[in-house]
C-alpha cells in the first residue's frame, strides 16, 4: 500500500492541528439530521477530528484513511475519550468505498484536496442512504493569514527551500467546481463559523511539523537549530511568547441528489 504524505506527521496533529470551530460539527449533525441511529462514515479521517466528536451523536462512525500512523492516533484518542463505536479502516476511499455498504452521512475533514474529488464523489454518492447527504469541513474561505504565520513561513523557507503545492493534491483548490460538476451534489450550501484559540510557542511549531510541507523529518539534524530559530523568532515578535489564532471553518452541506429514472 502506498505511503501517505501524512506519515510523518500524525503525531503532531494533535499538539498543533488548530481545532474546527464550534458550531461546526454541530451544523453537520442538525443539517444532516443525524441521531444515534445513524451510521456515518469519515473520509481521510486522520486521527480522528471529525470521527471522535461525533461518535457521541450517531450509532458508529466507519472512519478510514490511508495513513496507519493516523488511524493508530486516532484509536488511541478514541480509546481516551472512551469511545467504542467507530470502526477504524486503512485505504484510499477511492478502493474500499464500494464494500463498505450504506451510510447516512458521509464526511470530509480538509480531505477531499488529497482524492480524486469526481471518482469519490460518485462512489459516495452510491453509499449514501436516499435523503442522506455529504458534509466538508475545510479552511475557511477567507484563509486569514495569523501573525505568526510570516515568521514561521520565513524561517520554514529558509531551511526547506520555497513552499511548493504538494504534487499529491487536486489541482483544483478550491471543492466548489467537483461539486457543481457531480450529478448528485451540485446543491449545495456553505456556512462559516469561527472562533478564536491560544497559541504558545510549543503549539505553533506543532503546526508546522503537521503539515506535509515542513513535516520534522524533513528538517534532518537541523531540526533543533530550527525550533531555537522559531522561537527566537517569535519572542521577538511578541515577549510574552503567547499568540491568539483566529479559526475559520467552512462547512459545505449537500444533500443526495434524486436523479429520474
Same mark, same amino acid.
Given at each position: 500500500?502506498?505511503?501517505?504524505?501524512?506519515?510523518?506527521?500524525?503525531?503532531?496533529?494533535?499538539?498543533?492541528?488548530?481545532?474546527?470551530?464550534?458550531?461546526? %460539527?454541530?451544523?453537520?449533525?442538525?443539517?444532516?439530521?443525524?441521531?444515534?441511529?445513524?451510521?456515518?462514515?469519515?473520509?481521510?479521517?486522520?486521527?480522528?477530528?471529525?470521527?471522535?466528536?461525533?461518535?457521541?451523536?450517531?450509532?458508529?462512525?466507519?472512519?478510514?484513511?490511508?495513513?496507519?500512523?493516523?488511524?493508530?492516533? *486516532?484509536?488511541?484518542?478514541?480509546?481516551?475519550?472512551?469511545? *467504542?463505536?467507530?470502526?477504524?479502516?486503512? *485505504?484510499?476511499?477511492?478502493? #474500499?468505498?464500494?464494500?463498505?455498504?450504506?451510510?447516512?452521512?458521509?464526511?470530509?475533514?480538509?480531505?477531499?484536496?488529497?482524492?480524486?474529488? /469526481?471518482?469519490?464523489?460518485?462512489?459516495?454518492? *452510491?453509499?449514501?442512504?436516499?435523503?442522506?447527504?455529504?458534509?466538508?469541513?475545510?479552511?475557511?474561505?477567507?484563509?486569514?493569514?495569523?501573525?505568526?504565520?510570516?515568521?514561521?513561513?520565513?524561517?520554514?523557507?529558509?531551511?526547506?527551500?520555497?513552499?511548493?503545492?504538494?504534487?499529491?493534491?487536486?489541482?483544483?483548490?478550491?471543492?466548489?467546481?467537483?461539486?457543481?460538476?457531480?450529478?448528485?451534489?451540485? /446543491?449545495?450550501? #456553505?456556512?462559516?463559523?469561527?472562533?478564536?484559540?491560544?497559541?504558545?510557542?510549543?503549539?505553533?511549531?506543532?503546526?508546522?511539523?503537521?503539515?506535509?510541507?515542513?513535516?520534522?523529518?524533513?528538517?534532518? /539534524?537541523?531540526?533543533?537549530?530550527?525550533?531555537?530559530? %522559531?522561537?527566537?523568532?517569535?519572542?521577538?515578535?511578541?515577549?510574552?511568547?503567547?499568540?491568539?489564532?483566529? #479559526?475559520?471553518?467552512?462547512?459545505? #452541506?449537500?444533500?443526495?441528489?434524486?436523479?429520474?429514472?
Amino acid at each position: 500500500m502506498d505511503e501517505s504524505p501524512f506519515a510523518e506527521a500524525a503525531a503532531w496533529y494533535a499538539r498543533g492541528r488548530a481545532p474546527y470551530a464550534p458550531g461546526a %460539527l454541530e451544523h453537520v449533525v442538525t443539517a444532516l439530521a443525524l441521531d444515534r441511529r445513524a451510521r456515518v462514515l469519515d473520509l481521510g479521517c486522520g486521527p480522528g477530528t471529525i470521527a471522535i466528536p461525533l461518535s457521541h451523536d450517531v450509532a458508529e462512525v466507519v472512519a478510514v484513511d490511508l495513513d496507519a500512523n493516523m488511524l493508530s492516533e *486516532g484509536r488511541r484518542l478514541a480509546a481516551l475519550a472512551g469511545r *467504542g463505536n467507530i470502526r477504524w479502516i486503512q *485505504g484510499r476511499a477511492e478502493d #474500499v468505498l464500494p464494500g463498505l455498504g450504506k451510510f447516512q452521512a458521509v464526511t470530509l475533514g480538509q480531505s477531499l484536496h488529497w482524492m480524486d474529488r /469526481d471518482l469519490v464523489l460518485q462512489h459516495v454518492a *452510491g453509499a449514501i442512504e436516499d435523503g442522506g447527504g455529504l458534509a466538508i469541513l475545510d479552511e475557511g474561505l477567507a484563509r486569514t493569514p495569523e501573525s505568526w504565520a510570516p515568521v514561521s513561513s520565513e524561517l520554514v523557507t529558509k531551511y526547506l527551500g520555497p513552499s511548493r503545492r504538494h504534487p499529491g493534491k487536486h489541482p483544483e483548490i478550491d471543492h466548489a467546481p467537483s461539486l457543481r460538476r457531480s450529478a448528485w451534489f451540485h /446543491d449545495f450550501a #456553505v456556512r462559516e463559523f469561527s472562533c478564536e484559540i491560544p497559541r504558545d510557542i510549543a503549539s505553533i511549531l506543532g503546526c508546522i511539523y503537521s503539515s506535509v510541507r515542513s513535516t520534522k523529518a524533513m528538517f534532518g /539534524d537541523r531540526a533543533t537549530a530550527f525550533e531555537a530559530e %522559531l522561537s527566537q523568532a517569535l519572542l521577538r515578535l511578541n515577549p510574552s511568547g503567547l499568540f491568539h489564532e483566529r #479559526v475559520e471553518t467552512a462547512v459545505f #452541506v449537500a444533500h443526495k441528489a434524486a436523479l429520474s429514472p
